[in-house]
């Protein structure tokens, strides 16, 4: 979806003291490279300034989050973990014990910024944002679980939602959603157009849609507001590396054959075709990133906005600007050198809507 943003002119500020000389650009980019504490606690220095730092035009310019679910590979420690970058430096460690439950409870899926967790001893659900430290139980569900995920856009709404499915058929499933809206679990049937064995677990959620990849080249989108499923073909079949993504409001594509990195766009949502926006050959990018074979390179996300893929390297994360053909270390994965194993990593804007999804 894309970002709405307010114009530049609405930005001036208004100061109770003598403004600053410099233009709101210039004011704005010095903020947009202070550590997200230390911005944030200058929303209090006055009105004006708040006003600037929620602002959507603002945010948009702030580094990508990036967190993390990870597992100590020794034997004492096999609890899931989690951690997170505030944009650059090191992917640190957010202890979990403002929940209660961690202990006693597993965390089955991430999804910008929260975690899904599953506790078998209480039979419920908790969504979890160690971010702003703030957690919420949810109701029973009806039925068992076969398979949760967790949706959370925070560029679209404070909305999340629970996606339990509870039984598969042919090509479809039986499924209770949980909405943040409502605070209730819903029951639905939804008829893939696929067959469910050729379903995989590469998906994404934006703005109230669930993609799922599915052999040999297809991509289901399912619609949790109007629970409707449409399959849309992609340009060629899957890959193992390939992945799903938006920018600039546009439905992507991201695969590697080894040789090259391709990446695809949906003109059109509503039957559009594909078009090939870039084929980078992935010896350019090796030049520029220290590892030692191309397997050692694996596709994670789009830019939502900008021409810049991310791809994560032994021990980092790395950006390459497709039009520029510029690498860039974003972070440093340090624990990955100690013994510790990455199960899902998400890139993501900062928002205000991740502040205000768990504050009731």
Known sequence: MPYICSSPSSLSLSFSVKPPTMSDDVFMEILARLPLKSLFRFKCVSRAWRRLISDDYFLRRLPLLTSAVFYHCNADAKEARFACTAGGGDLQECGLEFFPFHRDSDIVDCCSGLLLSYSRLRATFYVVSPITKRWVALPQTLKSTHLAVLAFDPCHSSEYRVISFTGWIAQGSELEVFSSATGDWAQHSLHWGVDS?????????????????????????????????????LPEPIKPEGSIDKSGGFLHYTCSDGGRLKVWMLEDADGGEWVLKHSIEVATILRQVPVKTRQQLQLLALHPEREVVYLRAPGRLVSYDLEKKEAEVVCEFRKEKEGVYLVQIWLFPFSGHMSHCLAH
């Open 197 to 233: 064995d050729t379903m995989t677990a590469t998906l994404r959620y934006f703005a109230g849609i669930l993609y799922v990849v599915a052999f040999p080249n297809y991509i289901v989108a399912i619609d949790l507001d109007g629970m409707r499923c449409r399959r849309i073909e």
